[in-house]
């Protein structure tokens, strides 16, 4: 059964920061891993996929890796803003082809 | 290119009392997902439909939760009578298949049980 774990809970850094987000999962055997942004109260948007078979991708100031042997991704975030504010969720697509998340990192970037 | 619709936004209903709330998912997508969501928490699949197939609903709760996918494309999930533990937000996403694509959310229905 795929589990998907996200540390920290909670993040806040000041304005201007590079910054690391962290998503681990126990089955190795996925298809891809999905990253999420989701603001308070709303539904989550899509920020990258990643398909088993690449290593990384890159959107503007975000860049995720995906490692399936220690069953860890990351998402960067370059030069981070205010407007970056949310919880950003992790999401592993497993034998059983169904999204598995994490809790989220919520992260919060101080002016 | 329309997203994922959703309806409604906010429900508030009393206990034992029924809801019902209903998707449309982006055209051409063949694979449809109801999630629940509870505060503070990643969603948990409820629900996937490939086309108008359930093919997986191993969590949906089915004494008092039902769903369907007519033709294919619309869903609604209901939930009869609704207890104070179904409060949370009910999302639905779709994507071209359950393989190897991109899923999108919609944006959700808050449910409110008094």
């Known amino acids: 059964k795929q589990e998907v774990t996200q540390i920290p809970a909670a993040l806040s850094v000041p304005e201007g920061e590079n910054l690391v987000l962290n998503c681990s999962f126990t089955?190795?055997?996925?298809?891809?891993l999905q990253w999420f942004r989701q603001d308070p109260g709303k539904g989550l948007t899509s920020l990258l996929l990643?398909?088993?078979?690449?290593r990384e991708q890159t959107s503007g100031r975000l860049n995720a890796s995906l490692d399936k042997s220690s069953g860890r991704s990351t998402l960067y975030i370059a030069a981070s803003q205010p407007g970056d504010s949310a919880t950003y969720l992790c999401?592993?697509?497993?034998?059983?082809?169904?999204?598995?998340f994490g809790q989220g990192t919520r992260l919060t970037i101080n002016p | 290119e329309a997203g994922v619709v959703q309806s409604p936004r906010y429900k508030i209903i009393e206990k034992k009392q029924p809801v019902a709330f209903w998707c449309n998912p982006i055209s051409g997508h063949n694979t449809l997902y109801w999630y629940l969501q509870n505060l503070g928490q990643g969603p948990e699949l409820l629900i996937r439909y490939e086309n108008e197939e359930a093919v997986d609903d191993s969590q949906l709760p089915k004494d008092r939760f039902s769903a369907e996918r007519l033709k294919g494309v619309d869903s609604t999930l209901k939930i009869q009578p609704a207890e104070l533990g179904d409060s949370a937000v009910y999302l639905c996403?779709?994507?071209?298949?359950?393989?190897?694509?991109?899923?999108?959310f919609g944006q959700g229905t808050r449910l409110t049980v008094v």
């Open positions: 999401a592993g697509l497993g034998g059983a082809q169904k999204l598995v």
């Open positions: 996403a779709s994507s071209w298949d359950s393989m190897n694509t991109e899923a999108f």
């Open positions: 990643i398909q088993s078979s690449q």
């Open positions: 089955d190795s055997a996925i298809y891809n």
